[in-house]
Each structure stands twice: as C-alpha cells, then as structure tokens.
C-alpha cells in the first residue's frame, strides 16, 4: 500500500485490576444492555476467584513491551501506543495521547486473530467511536489483517501443543485426544462471518504441524438463552462424551485466544479442569502464544506488509490471506447483542 504510518496501536479487551474495579469494568462490558445485577455478580465471581484481577492488562504490557524491543532490533521504527475497549487505559484516552504527540496515521494490532463480530468489526466500530470523541485532530487508524494462518501464529501453537502432549506418560500418549478450543458465538453471528472456517482451518494446522490426527473443535463461554443456537459443543459435553467413549487422556489447546486470560483462567482451568477431574479424565492444557518470539516477529511482519507491498504476505494452508480494508458488509453481528451473559476478557 506504501502507506506512510507513525505509530502502532495495540487494541485489547480490557480487564480489572483489583476487587475495587471488577464491577465497574462489568458496568462499561455491558452499557446499553438490560443485565439482572445478580448476573453481574455472577461473572463478577469468576474474577474476586483470582483476586479481581484479570491477567489480560499484565500479558499485554509484556506483549507491547516485547514489541518496543523488536521494532527497535528491526525496524520499522514506531512508538507503540496501547489502548482498550472496556478498562484502563481506554482507548479514547490512548488516541488522545496520540493526537498530542502529534500522531497522524497509525496501524492497529487487534489481540484477536479471527474475523467475527466481536473480534474485528466491533473492535473497528471502537476505534472510530474513540477518534469521534477525540475530535477532528485524531489520528487515522487502520487495522492489520487477521492472521489466524499466519505461520507466526500457528507455529507457537504447534509447540504448545507438542509440549502438552508430551505431559501424558508416553504408553497412552497415541491414543490421547485433542480438544482445540474457542469462545463461542451465536449462531446467527457465525453465519455472517468467516469465523468457524477459520478456526477449523488453524486447528487443521496446527494437528498436522503436531503430528496429530485425532482432534476436533469445541467452544466454551458461551452465554444468552437456551432457546438461543451457539456454536458448539461446549467443552465440558465433550469431555463427558471422551469420558463415554473410552478415552483417558486429552489436551485442549485454546488456539481461540492468544494469551492465557480470564476466559482461559476460568472457564478452562478452573471450571473444565474440575469436571475432568470429577468424571475421571486426565486434562492437559496447553499454553498459548503470549509473546512467543515467533508470535512477535509476526506482529512485525504484518506491520512491514502494509507499509511495504513489496514484503510477502505470508499464510499457510489453502487459505488466502485476510483482506487489509474490510467490505462495508464484513463481520455483521447478525442479531442484538445477548444481555444474558458478557464476554469477560
């Protein structure tokens, strides 16, 4: 595109950092919804489990920290700037500072590798409320492709997977099964996006890459009504279907997400770990890609692809490379936003 670019933002969730701040980071999740306060204590209580405190804010401080040090090793030569869309630092509060310091055009590395609502349209529809509330002087902000084929990304996955496997005692080791999970989204959302074909494609990946022929996709957090179609199962029903069939061991690998937060924390090693645990089946999870060095070579990578045309656009499988500037019609919610449950982080 031979753009010219001054800086790269960092776009994130949001997470709480203490008791004090758990129930004011679940009012701004769900501004404009009708959430029963005892469903806010509900999800609250997966945090006070951890001290109020999600990992989300840590793991990206060492992820934008990890990125200082490459872009100053390599190039290009871009102060990085971290903003949220539910806690400290806000996002709006970032693109100020941005304006201040004299930004103008900048790329955005969003902490989601798919393409759904909630993790690439929702996070633009963020950015360009923020620039609104800044004003005519923000700076213009462009968000990098997904890369949810990216050998950069599926390469770590195929080391944390290898490495889980590697926890099962090597005589049951062939016969073990790997869940790779992600978070759930209604099915109504699925069927406007790319969303679930691209897991697949990264979960196929990343099993070949491992050596591993048995495996499927699962998701967990879901939330909203039972009468509501998510995508499924769940983690827990294939667990108890592994269990029904004989099987002894599994890893589940959260390949839906790329640092190991609160969603992780909980809904895998807490809740799913203690229903394994109960119905006798020996769970390993792998880790995810954090700030695996590979995984941060990419992020420059897909900074240098946009501001060189000439630089590859690297992919692996059949899968053609996300798009740069997404259709008009790209990542349609597909429906209202369930009150039921927030997403958390």
């Known amino acids: 595109m031979n753009q010219t670019y001054d800086a790269l933002l960092v776009v994130s969730f949001g997470g709480p950092e203490g008791l004090d701040e758990v129930?004011?980071?679940?009012?701004?999740?769900?501004?404009?919804?009708?959430?029963?306060?005892?469903?806010?204590?509900?999800?609250?209580?997966h945090y006070e489990l951890f001290g109020g405190v999600s990992p989300i804010n840590g793991q990206n401080r060492r992820l934008v920290a990890a990125l200082k040090r490459e872009l100053a090793e390599t190039g290009p030569q871009l102060p990085i700037y971290w903003g949220n869309r539910n806690w400290h630092p806000l996002l709006t509060d970032t693109i100020r500072q941005m304006r201040d310091d004299g930004i103008q055009s900048a790329l955005a590395f969003v902490t989601s590798a798919y393409s759904s609502y909630s993790g690439c349209r929702q996070y633009r529809e963020d950015i360009e409320r923020a620039r609104e509330a800044v004003g005519e002087s923000a700076p213009r902000v462009e968000k990098l492709r997904a890369f949810f084929n990216h050998p950069g990304f599926v390469g770590p996955n195929?080391?944390?997977?290898?490495?889980?496997?590697?926890?099962?005692?090597?005589?049951?080791?062939?016969?073990?099964q790997v869940a790779f999970t992600a978070h759930s989204i209604p099915a109504?959302?699925?069927?406007?996006?790319?969303?679930?074909?691209?897991?697949?494609?990264?979960?196929?990946?990343v099993a070949e890459g491992a050596g591993?022929?048995?495996?499927?996709?699962?998701?967990?957090?879901?939330?909203?009504?039972?009468?509501?179609?998510?995508?499924?199962?769940?983690?827990?029903?294939?667990?108890?279907?592994?269990?029904?069939?004989?099987?002894?061991?599994?890893?589940?690998?959260?390949?839906?997400?790329?640092?190991?937060?609160?969603?992780?924390?909980?809904?895998?090693?807490?809740?799913?770990?203690?229903?394994?645990?109960?119905?006798?089946?020996?769970?390993?999870?792998?880790?995810?890609?954090?700030t695996h060095p590979q995984f941060v070579r990419m992020i420059r990578e897909l900074i240098d692809e946009r501001i060189n045309g000439a630089t590859p656009r690297r992919a692996l499988g059949s899968f053609p490379t996300s798009h740069d500037v997404c259709p008009a019609d790209c990542c349609l919610s597909g429906m209202m936003r369930s009150p039921a449950r927030p997403a958390t982080d």
């Open 23 to 45: 129930m004011p980071f679940l009012s701004n999740v769900l501004r404009g919804r009708s959430v029963p306060e005892a469903r806010m204590r509900e999800v609250a209580h």
């Open 158 to 176: 195929v080391e944390n997977l290898r490495a889980a496997l590697e926890q099962i005692p090597q005589e049951r080791r062939a016969s073990a």
């Open 212 to 290: 591993q022929a048995s495996w499927r996709l699962v998701f967990q957090s879901r939330s909203g009504p039972p009468t509501q179609a998510w995508l499924g199962p769940d983690i827990c029903d294939y667990l108890r279907e592994l269990k029904e069939s004989g099987a002894t061991d599994v890893v589940v690998a959260p390949v839906g997400f790329i640092s190991d937060h609160m969603e992780v924390l909980y809904d895998l090693d807490t809740e799913a770990r203690t229903f394994a645990e109960e119905i006798g089946i020996n769970m390993i999870r792998a880790a995810t890609v954090g």
């Open 188 to 205: 109504a959302m699925a069927a406007g996006c790319e969303y679930e074909r691209q897991l697949l494609e990264t979960c196929r990946l």
